[in-house]
């Protein structure tokens, strides 16, 4: 990854107008230091690739060649910015050349720098391509950009394709020669003098060429003392090699117990097929994992290419979207792809956020509202100002957030790792083991038998297997989930979910539809009263205080001037509104600051409360001038996602800063377990803290930023993605869409990953539990049965895929349960 000290783009260690070989480079100067063809670093800028003064600007540079003029520029790829008109002067950040001042233009070529992490172990990261030290795997690209990941995995792919073919193609002539004696003429067509040199010329490239990377794996496992599947595949593979190529070249070495009719028994065909099998199972590997990163391939391939932009408010130009600058206008037509967050200005149309949210049902927007990029424009046309760009918008967002919980590590893993930290020594013992045995007690030749089991037992240990249970149905499970408009943090939170026994959730935009609106006023003048409480409350980022806003614009009434604004958390807000003390909030609220509560009001109140109305009161001076009511409707899926919720075992509590009458009746009508009201952020995270105190595992949904604190203090927060920056950062899992079905399924994306995963451990552990002892021999005294090298090592070669397989199917799971 290039490191620049300053602005302008710096290679300290190329010439600087990349010409081979490079020159000496001269002392500096005084002022701007001289590269060595005579060109100006301005101080503290860096590299600018700038002629010095008495240069001809339009003559030829020092190598003879033309400077190019404008469009002939070629930017190298190392830059972000380039100067159109200036050869060499290139930035990482947007700006204006400093020599001819033309502002400068996004580079083609650029693209982030790639970071290669190992799947298995995320800790390991570097700049290049290359194998895990510590397991010997294929590293990976972290950051997934669309060229990068594909080209790295074709690549892979491709090379292990080649050496596959190429090993099968030898491999075959050498396990034809070397099962003669079961192909009639074989023997008599090739004698065994010439035979056995010919599997020896044959395997040898398939052992050392196409399997050279096992035994590098296998070098570096030892080196870093981190050994791991390579390493037994190398020694098993290295052993039947070594024993047999010095039975050909010198088989004067071998005593008699090695040999069986005079012969000193070879075993090219199993150092030779074991590899080739290896090798297709990397193969197999390396195609199934690239799936595995399916949904984030599918989700960058929905971002628009282009967008229309509008100037002075008729010319309109297509540009790149990487071309869009916050606050210009676009034009979407029906039938295109929302090229970028923002806002509507005019206009009207329905959406399809289906690949965002998960939800089929198109969305209807119109001036105001919030548009997604890469959402589907359906019916009208519409002006858009563009809000978010780049990394800002929630496409790159979700993307970035997916490849991150992909890489993490669930507290599961530390029982495979456990595992496989003492399994490959393990299985290095039992080979010895079944060695000494062989060769002690083993019918003749025992020797040969010995070799042949301690091989069997080596080659068909999988730690692969074993490591590769978890991470797999991690990266999936959690693209699954992104695909449904689930956002999963880390590993941790997918395997904390399963166990939830607890919801807490909060009222207003979670169980509601978090767009309340006044329904009713109670004033002796009511204009006057919304006019200062809107004006008073356009200075809060409260919903209700959004609710209040809105109904004094309705009514055409204008702001007026607002001074001292302060903000009570769970209680109200106080300023001076044309020049009176305006106060806005809970009749607590008034009352704490001395102002008497009217009983005709507080009846009105109570029977509003009743009807789940909100009722925010409001004192002008010192006396109350009256109340309003505001509705806030539950969310048509909230009472059939809280029934599954019962369903699943969760109870369900409702914690809410609203008052305890409005938020019973909304309890009631959804049949909510447990009431908490009128309680402030404090008291949502001792509620939260009191339950997981006593055994619960809690989970906490909310969307504001007095939700926060409650989502960090829960085993599990769960923010709605139409909520508020701070509750999603503070959150374990963020739904896209703030609708509590989407809790549904997440805990159906937690139960399907976390069984998944126990699936790929149990399949692992009883495959090593059983394939080890069959491989060292345990069923010969009873029933003759010895396992091959060759079977041992189709079998190793599958244990991995069928594991990756087996996460696979989680692409297709059912998330509601």
Request: aromatic fraction near 6%.
């Amino acid at each position: 990854m290039n490191k620049h000290e300053h602005h302008f783009h710096n290679k300290p260690e190329r010439s600087c107008c990349q010409h081979d070989p490079q020159p000496e480079p001269p002392a500096n100067t005084e002022e701007g230091k001289s590269c060595c063809h005579g060109h100006e670093e301005v101080p503290g800028e860096g590299h600018h690739h700038l002629p010095k003064a008495s240069e001809p600007q339009d003559e030829s540079c020092c190598h003879g060649g033309n400077h190019h003029h404008h469009g002939d520029v070629k930017p190298s790829a190392g830059a972000k910015y380039f100067c159109p008109m200036c050869p060499g002067v290139e930035s990482d950040q947007p700006g204006d050349c400093p020599k001819c001042g033309m502002a400068l233009e996004r580079n083609p070529l650029w693209q982030p720098a790639t970071i290669y992490t190992c799947p298995m172990h995320p800790e390991i990261e570097q700049d290049h391509p290359g194998d895990c030290p510590i397991c010997g795997m294929a590293l990976e690209p972290k950051t997934i950009t669309g060229q990068v990941g594909e080209a790295g995995e074709d690549d892979e792919a491709r090379t292990l394709s080649r050496k596959f073919w190429i090993a099968l193609a030898l491999t075959v002539p050498v396990f034809v020669l070397a099962m003669g004696h079961l192909v009639p003429g074989i023997d008599t067509l090739v004698p065994k003098r010439i035979s056995k040199w010919v599997e020896f010329v044959l395997t040898t490239p398939v052992v050392f060429w196409a399997g050279g990377m096992f035994f590098t794996r296998a070098w570096r496992s030892m080196v870093n003392r981190s050994l791991n599947m390579f390493t037994l595949v190398a020694v098993g593979v290295g052993a039947a090699y070594a024993f047999s190529a010095v039975a050909v070249i010198a088989p004067g070495l071998f005593p008699e117990s090695f040999r069986q009719h005079g012969e000193v028994g070879l075993y090219f065909e199993a150092a030779a097929v074991i590899t080739t099998l290896v090798l297709l199972g990397q193969l197999l590997e390396a195609r199934a994992r690239s799936r595995t990163g399916a949904a984030i391939q599918a989700l960058l391939g929905l971002a628009a290419k282009t967008a229309h932009r509008v100037r002075d408010g008729k010319e309109e130009e297509e540009v790149p979207v990487d071309a869009i600058a916050k606050g210009d206008i676009l034009r979407v037509r029906p039938g295109e792809k929302v090229p970028i967050d923002g806002v509507i200005t005019e206009g009207r149309s329905n959406l399809d956020e289906s690949m965002i949210t998960g939800e089929p049902v198109p969305v209807a927007k119109g001036d105001g509202d919030p548009v997604i990029g890469a959402t589907v424009n359906q019916t009208g046309s519409f002006l858009m100002r563009a809000e978010k760009i780049g990394s800002e918008t929630l496409l790159s967002q979700i993307i970035h957030m997916v490849a991150d919980a992909q890489r993490s590590r669930a507290p599961i893993q530390k029982l495979a790792d456990t595992v496989s930290g003492w399994f490959v020594p393990v299985v290095i013992g039992v080979a010895v083991l079944t060695f000494v045995v062989w060769a002690v007690f083993g019918p003749v030749p025992a020797m040969a038998y010995a070799l042949v089991n301690a091989v069997a037992v080596l080659i068909i240990a999988c730690p692969c297997a074993l490591g590769l249970a978890t991470p797999m149905s991690i990266m999936v499970g959690v693209g699954r989930a992104a695909q449904s408009g689930i956002l999963v943090k880390n590993a941790e939170a997918i395997e904390t979910t399963e166990k939830v026994t607890h919801l807490v959730t909060d009222k207003t935009g979670t169980l509601t539809a978090g767009k309340p609106r006044v329904v009713d006023t109670e004033a002796k003048d009511p204009t006057r009263m919304l006019q200062l409480a809107g004006s008073l409350e356009h200075s809060s980022e409260h919903p209700l205080a959004r609710a209040i806003v809105d109904a004094a614009k309705e009514k055409n009434l204008e702001p007026l001037d607002t001074r001292d604004f302060e903000s009570t958390t769970a209680g109200g807000v106080t300023g001076r509104v044309d020049g009176e003390t305006v106060r806005v909030g809970k009749a607590a609220f008034l009352s704490d600051a001395g102002i008497a509560i009217p009983d005709d009001l507080r009846q009105n109140a109570e029977s509003w409360q009743e009807q789940a109305r909100t009722v925010v009161w409001v004192a002008i001076g010192d006396e109350v001038a009256g109340i309003l009511a505001i509705s806030d409707p539950i969310k048509d899926t909230t009472p059939g996602a809280i029934s599954t919720l019962h369903g699943l075992g969760l109870k369900v509590i409702m914690c809410t800063g609203d008052n305890r009458r409005t938020a019973e009746a909304v309890a009631r009508e959804l049949g909510i377990d447990e009431v908490h009201a009128e309680v402030t952020p404090q008291d949502k995270i001792e509620i939260v803290r009191k339950l997981k105190a006593a055994g619960a595992v809690v989970a906490m949904a909310g969307d504001g930023i007095n939700d926060a604190p409650a989502l960090a203090e829960a085993n599990v927060g769960i923010a709605m993605g139409t909520g508020t920056d701070v509750a999603i950062e503070s959150a374990g899992v963020t739904l896209v869409k703030g609708d509590l079905t989407g809790i549904v399924k997440t805990i159906g994306v937690s139960r399907a990953v976390m069984r998944n995963i126990r699936q790929n451990l149990f399949f692992a552990f009883i495959y090593n539990a059983l394939g080890v002892p069959i491989a060292a021999g345990v069923l010969y005294p009873f029933f003759g049965l010895l396992l091959s090298p060759m079977i041992a090592g189709a079998a190793m070669s599958f244990s991995s895929v069928s594991v990756i397989a087996n996460a696979l199917r989680l692409r297709h799971a059912r998330l509601s349960q």
